[in-house]
């Protein structure tokens, strides 16, 4: 018999070879580029005499912000304006998250509602927010504040206790009393008991098949506990209500115009997505799974609980989640109307100190933070909810 | 009695009149059980308390080609802010005389949208005709050519800088996208993990850092006595961001593509680039053209935050009017306008998105 040897791959044509030469090609490119960039960026620096590092944190800031929830004034270093900044992304991101959700999800119900008027406006809405560009609308509800509405004297009072004026929006709050911090570790201590009775409850139907009313049990805890509290405190009910002084409002809580403007802008943006985001999720149960689950004779709550919701949030969560990242992204437009978030502050770091290299590095960093811990948590969320596919 | 018997005399009767026609519809879509009833009657108190004020402000007591005084007294919308200023808001600083310019590129663009929205028109000769018309639309707007006054891109403004740098930005952008998405799958280990560094670094930051990098860092990685004109450097921007998110897109049309097509071209001895160039990218680029028309349509809208870096696009243009003595205090009219014109484009990219997605799709 006759073998010929076999022939000779010459190592042009041998994918491990080229393999290896594209990647030596890539890691050449790369290199190269940002040996290029880094050695103009170093001359450059030399040149202007910008010093480099991370020292101006120690430094003094010497610029005024507008509002924080830590005590913070110009004499203060850059570090400390940095975090200000930072808590005022979070805190705009966090409830703009809340009110989003909330929002998002009626709208997205009502758009697959039987009535026909509800379901064309929630349409109309859904279409019209998204089609807008954010920036945009946010300069609105900024100019709304500043030009439409009216002076503290003829504020606007569309609830008892809440005003509504080119000074932003100031509404009463409870007199602070101890009972509040009472029922608020009455909450707390509340939370941690439904979690166990929820833990107990899957345990006991796991063994024998009988359901514990959990919901009903974890909603009286969780309402009643810190209601009892409050009243064995003294249920004190005296209300800080704000009062026109002068030129403006002495007492309750005021939010700046700037804060409600990006609030109301993220909002009224995000949700329409949200929306989007629901009815699709709704949608992918089939109708087939309801009627099932009822004919096996689950009352109608339990059909929304054990059958459609599991279901659909496993469609919506993932959308859902990228969308509120984005509100999140998008506050950073804060820095257009004045607001002082994270990126508005280094902005102005920037441009006393002259480090832009830090200054945009630190905002990727903190953005970068947000969004990876969002994918790792989707990522978990992902696993546990997964589908187990024999 | 004899009549219901008889089958030639038998009378048809018809449902009652309140369940079919105007009246039946009012009653299944409006009024069905107690609590639609309600919701319908709230929502329509809320539009009667809304709509008629809206209207009577914005076209009944509106002035429309008048001077600001004229405006203060009428107390309805001043669309005048508009009609006044709208060389200024559409065309930035952009000579006067030859506006006509960049409203020309902006017609050969709608021109080439509205023809290529068939899909029957979609051959080879469609690419030629977008290549010559954004070196058209290009040449229009800087001039310099054949007799056109030469215009330096620091006096581009308005609309067509909107459209520029979306329309130029989604171009050279899908090309470094797909490159980027080919080596996020690539078997390749190095390859790979820069563009899985690269794509997810850019979608994890918001598109005003980028742009700040712009505006700010660009000028330090060139070498001394080289600059980028600030247009350019935007530009390079939203490149860079919008390539990250089409890089993603086009990963799903490549996972789209069944594996056997993959093991086919290969078993027919055709190479990585021949495999990719005739076989997968043409049935991966057809799944993503709806998802891509998306990213048109979110490119449109945030180019409007170059804003932020001071380029005068149509926004700033806007703003710049409204921070005339004249004109202050205008700007719902003038903000209004302007969403006008980004909800129309957007309008009729996304319905055209839905329907392209409903012609695509084979399945049943």
């Not at chain 1, 005022?88 to 026909?116: E, H």
């Not at chain 2, 069905?32 to 308390?49: C, E, I, K």
């Not at chain 2, 001039?143 to 609309?159: N, R």
Request: charged content about 10%; proline content about 5%.
């Amino acid at each position: 018999m006759q073998t010929t040897a076999p022939e000779k791959i010459p190592f042009f044509r041998d994918p491990t070879k080229l393999a290896i030469f594209y990647q030596f090609l890539t890691v050449l490119g790369v290199g190269l580029l940002s040996y290029y960039l880094i050695s103009n960026t170093l001359a450059n620096l030399e040149r202007q005499s910008i010093s480099t590092g991370f020292g101006f944190f120690d430094r003094e800031a010497a610029f005024e912000i507008g509002e924080s929830f830590i005590e913070y004034s110009a004499a203060d270093s850059y570090g400390r304006a940095l975090a200000v900044g930072f808590l005022n992304t979070l805190s705009v991101s966090f409830i703009g998250i809340i009110l989003t959700v909330i929002l998002g999800t009626f709208i997205g119900v009502a758009r697959l509602s039987t009535n026909w008027l509800v379901a064309k406006l929630s349409a109309a809405y859904i279409e019209f927010f998204q089609d807008i560009p954010i920036l945009l609308q946010l300069f609105f509800w900024y100019a709304f504040f500043y030009e439409i509405l009216p002076s503290p004297r003829q504020a606007l009072n569309p609830l008892p206790g809440l005003f509504l004026c080119n000074r932003g929006l100031i509404f009463g709050v409870p007199e602070w009393h101890s009972a509040f911090l009472y029922g608020g570790i009455a909450f707390l201590i509340g939370l941690i008991v439904v979690y166990f009775i929820k833990k107990w409850a899957a345990k006991r139907q796991a063994a024998t098949g009988l359901i514990f009313p959990t919901a009903k049990v974890s909603v009286a805890i969780l309402l009643g506990l810190p209601v009892l509290v409050w009243f064995l405190s003294g249920a004190p009910t005296a209300m800080n209500i704000p009062s026109l002084k002068g030129f403006n409002f002495k007492g309750g809580v005021s939010i700046s115009p700037e804060f409600t403007a990006l609030l109301l802008g993220l909002v009224l943006y995000t949700a329409a997505f949200v929306a989007e985001v629901v009815r699709a999720g709704i949608q992918s149960v089939s109708k087939g799974q309801k009627e099932a689950a009822l004919s096996i004779g689950l009352r109608p709550g339990q059909v929304l609980n054990l059958v459609i919701l599991p279901q659909a949030l496993r469609v919506i969560v993932p959308p859902l989640t990228s969308q509120l990242l984005n509100l999140t992204k998008n506050s950073s437009l804060a820095v257009a109307i004045g607001y002082p978030d994270f990126v508005s502050v280094a902005g102005t770091t920037i441009n006393q100190t002259g480090q832009a290299i830090e200054g945009v590095a630190l905002i990727m960093i903190v953005y970068l933070i947000f969004s990876l811990s969002t994918s790792a948590y989707m990522n978990w969320y992902n696993k546990k909810i997964a589908l187990v596919e024999r | 009695m004899e009549d219901t018997l008889h089958p030639n005399t038998t009378k048809e009767i018809k449902p009652p009149v309140i369940n079919i026609g105007i009246i039946g519809w009012i009653r299944a879509n409006l009024f069905n059980g107690w609590f639609n009833t309600l919701l319908t009657l709230v929502f329509a108190y809320v539009l009667f308390l809304t709509v008629p004020p809206f209207i009577n402000w914005a076209l009944i007591n509106s002035s429309w080609f008048t001077t600001s005084e004229e405006c203060k007294a009428s107390g309805g919308a001043c669309w005048s802010v508009v009609t006044t200023n709208i060389r200024f808001m559409l065309f930035g600083f952009y000579p006067h005389a030859l506006q006509w310019r960049p409203l020309l590129a902006i017609v050969i663009l709608i021109a080439l949208l509205i023809y290529s929205r068939n899909r029957n028109h979609w051959r080879k000769s469609l690419a030629y005709a977008w290549a010559i018309g954004l070196f058209t639309m290009g040449l229009l707007l800087k001039g310099g050519l054949f007799g056109l006054e030469s215009v330096e891109s620091t006096k581009w403004g308005g609309l067509p800088l909107t459209l520029l740098l979306s329309v130029f930005g989604l171009t050279a952008a899908y090309p470094v996208g797909i490159i980027l998405a080919l080596g996020r799958q690539s078997k390749m280990p190095i390859v790979k993990s820069f563009c899985v560094i690269y794509i997810e670094l850019i979608r994890g930051v918001p598109l005003i850092s980028l742009l700040f990098m712009s505006s700010v860092v660009f000028p330090l990685f060139l070498p001394e006595g080289m600059t980028i004109n600030p247009i350019l450097r935007a530009q390079v921007a939203i490149i860079m961001f919008t390539a990250a998110y089409i890089a993603e897109v086009v990963r799903g049309g490549l996972q789209g593509v069944d594996k056997g097509q993959y093991e086919a071209a290969q078993s027919l001895g055709l190479n990585y680039f021949q495999s990719m160039r005739r076989i997968i990218l043409p049935q991966a680029l057809k799944i993503v053209i709806p998802p891509s028309v998306s990213i048109l349509i979110s490119a449109f809208k945030d180019t409007s935050l170059v804003v932020i870096i001071a380029l005068y696009d149509l926004l700033k243009t806007t703003q710049t009017t409204l921070t005339d003595p004249k004109w202050m205090g205008y700007s719902s009219e003038a903000y209004i306008f302007v969403a006008l014109i980004y909800f129309v484009c957007c309008f009729f990219m996304s319905n055209y998105s839905r329907k392209l997605e409903k012609e695509l799709d084979t399945s049943l």
